[in-house]
Structures are given as C-alpha cells and as structure tokens.
C-alpha cells in the first residue's frame, strides 16, 4: 500500500497535467471543455486535501504545489478577463438587438411585415 505522501505527489502530477491541459484549452479558446476538465479535478483536489493531514510536507512537494496553484491562477484570471469580455459583448449586441427592434417599425408598411413583404426601403428601389 502507497504511502499518503506517494498517493499525494500522484495526485498532484495529475493536477499538474488538468493544468496543462487546460492552458493548451485556453489558447485554443474551448471554454466548454475547461469546465469539464475542472469538474473532473474536482475529486482529485479533494482527496488531495483529505491526504494533506496524514503527512508532512516536504519542500519539493511544497514547491510543485506552489507552482501548480500559481499556474492555475493564471488560468483562471484568463478564464475571468475572457468571461467579462464576453459578458461586455454580449451586452452590446443586446443593445443593439434592442435598437434594432425600436427601429423595425419605421420600416414596416402597413399590411406587410419585414419577412413576409417588402419595405420601404426595397419600394423606392
């Protein structure tokens, strides 16, 4: 049977290598599957956490898990800017759904809609 410290310094190669994975996720911009590659380290990092009583650090063990927490910052401050990028996007092309359909009207003739018939714009064509 694997010490807690062996079973520890696997889990947290694994965790190095979501991390890795999710950096070269990132640069790919797939967002979707960088949730599901956190959903599954979630399991990992807890019985990581559950290990981390029953042994004592050393200053290797200690120094890949400050680097790994380190990266996975990084990747996470990415995934924020980029989320509020989007949600900004998002809120302009509502803004101008929103115009757009204020403005539809002026376009209509009556009778006709924008589908269905033609405007007024495509009569003085």
């Not at 965790?15 to 599954?40: C, G, K, M, N, P």
């Not at 680097?67 to 990415?78: A, M, P, T």
């Not at 539809?104 to 924008?114: D, V």
Request: glycine residues 4%; aromatic residues 4%.
């Amino acid at each position: 049977m694997a010490t807690p410290l062996a079973t520890a310094c696997r889990l947290l190669s694994t965790l190095e290598e979501f991390v890795s994975q999710e950096e070269i996720l990132l640069r790919d911009q797939a967002y979707t599957e960088i949730v599901h590659l956190r959903e599954h380290a979630v399991p990992v990092v807890e019985r990581l956490c559950e290990l981390s009583q029953e042994f004592t650090v050393d200053s290797v063990f200690r120094l890949r898990l400050e680097d790994l927490l380190h990266r996975s910052g990084e990747n996470f401050r990415l995934l924020t800017s980029e989320l509020a990028r989007r949600h900004e996007e998002l809120l302009r092309v509502s803004e101008a759904l929103g115009r757009l359909r204020r403005m539809a009207p002026a376009y209509k003739t009556p009778g006709n809609s924008l589908a269905g018939g033609s405007s007024r714009l495509n009569a003085a064509a």
